[in-house]
Every structure is written in C-alpha cells, then in structure tokens.
C-alpha cells in the first residue's frame, strides 16, 4: 500500500504530520506551508489552506463543515538532517512504499527523535568552535586554550540544567553569565590571555544565527508575522546573551578586581 487514493482526513492528517516535524526542527515557515501545499495537491487537496507562525500550525479548507486543525508548537530546535529527509520525502511521495498508518508512525517517530549528538560532543564541539574564533580574532595560544575551557563548560553547564527547562531568556542570559565567569577566572588564571578574545570567541556558538537567517527568509517570501517573530526572537536571545554577560563583569568590577 502506498500514500495514494488517501481520503481527505487521511490526506490532511499526514499534512498536519509534515507540518510539525519540520516546524519543530527549525524550517522556516515558507518551506513547512510549500510542504503542506505541495503534499496536498499530489492527493486532490488543491483547496486546502494553510497558515504557519513559529509557533502554530492552522489546517483546513474554507467550508463551514470542512475539516480543520489547529498544532501548538510549544518547542523547537535544529536539526537540519530531519528536515532534508522530510523535504526528500515531500518531492518523492509516489515513490514513498509505505502506507498511511505506517506513515503517521514514522512521522511520529521523527518528532520523537533524540538529537544526533550527545551533550559532551556538543559541548567538545563549543569548545572547539570557541577555540577556533579565538583564534581567527588574533588570539595568542593561552587564549585559544581559555576560549576551549569556556565554551566547553558553559555549554555543559546549560546542558546539565536542560531537564529543569529553564525559560528561554534566562537559558541565555545563564550562558552568557556562565562565559563571563570563566573567561575573567582563565585570565585571573594567566596574564597572558585577553578576556575580549575569549569572551567573544566563546559567545559565537550561542549566537542566534539560525533564527535570524530563517528570519530574513520568512521575510524575502513574504511571511510578514513570521519574519518578525523570528527576528524578534533573535534579537531577544542575544540581549539575554549580553545582559547575563554584562552582569558579572560589573560584579566583578564591582567586588574590586581589575578585569584587564
């Protein structure tokens, strides 16, 4: 059995499906509503509309007794390889094999998904991307070392209180109080380092870039609301980034010792 002479309800149930695991893994709006549209119409459903914010997911068709459906995205992250697989498996639905039961299922199991990655090779992966822009600012070899130690650990300081779901203003406002801290101790530690080095070569795998970049792509294909929603989010992830920042280094200023 394959995915064709699906009914309506089954049709727009598998569309609902798409809808989510692409939102919930960081596709932009323009690409999950192409999704939707796209399987539709390969099943007779040219009527349908669908309306996506980064947040929510509304259905149906513009008849009174039609069948509509409403999905709360209440999380997302980033993961770039399900989305391929999803936007290989919109384009190649008449060579799909599986039916509509097992469809939802591997849908299901998609959205349910653990990350590729463990946390300590994320949190390797921080250091070493804070090693490395360290060191394309001009860093000495003390400070490459101190960039490692600091985006290392605060990265696995924010992965080690993940579970108690912190908002996520404070994650990143925890983050960057987390990379002030050690970068000011790497430098009590070694006169040698420079803390601007490994402050901002240990902010950068925090930056927001993602979400600002699928931003400007809501905006380029006119999703107005989302476009804003995601700069919007964007922006407020690095304010938090910098407001946890900036408070400890006036803390630290503060208790008297000098920061350079």
């Known amino acids: 059995m394959s995915l064709k002479n699906l ?29 939707i549209e796209r399987f539709c119409a390969k099943n007779q459903c040219q009527d349908v509309n669908v309306f996506v914010t980064p947040t929510v997911i509304i259905l149906g068709d513009e008849q009174p007794d039609g069948y509509n459906c409403v999905c709360r995205i209440r999380s ?33 199991g998609k959205l349910k998904e653990e990350p590729p990655y463990n946390k300590w090779m994320v949190c390797l992966a921080s250091g070493l991307a804070s090693a490395g822009f360290s060191g394309m600012l001009g860093g000495n070899s003390h400070d490459f070392i101190a960039a490692f130690v600091t985006g290392f650990f605060s990265m696995l300081i924010l992965k080690q209180l993940a579970g108690y779901r912190p908002d996520a203003f404070w994650e990143n406002a925890l983050a960057g109080a987390s990379i002030g801290a050690l970068a000011l101790m790497c430098c009590s530690v070694s006169v040698q380092c420079t803390l601007e080095k490994i402050i901002v070569g240990a902010v950068m795998p925090f930056v927001p870039g993602v979400a600002f970049t699928n931003g400007l792509r809501d905006y380029m294909a006119g999703d107005l609301i989302s476009g804003n929603s995601r700069i919007a989010e964007a922006l407020l992830f690095a304010s938090s980034i910098a407001v946890g920042l900036a408070f400890v280094l006036q803390a630290w200023r503060n208790w008297g010792w000098d920061l350079w």
């Open 7 to 35: 009914n309506r309800k089954q049709t727009l149930d598998i569309a609902m499906a798409l809808g989510k695991v692409l939102l919930k893994n960081g596709a932009e709006t323009s690409r999950v509503e192409d999704t």
């Open 76 to 108: 997302r992250s980033i993961n770039l390889s399900i989305i391929s697989e999803i936007n290989d498996f919109s384009y190649n639905v008449d060579k799909w094999e599986l039916g509509y039961e097992e469809t939802l299922a591997y849908l299901e």
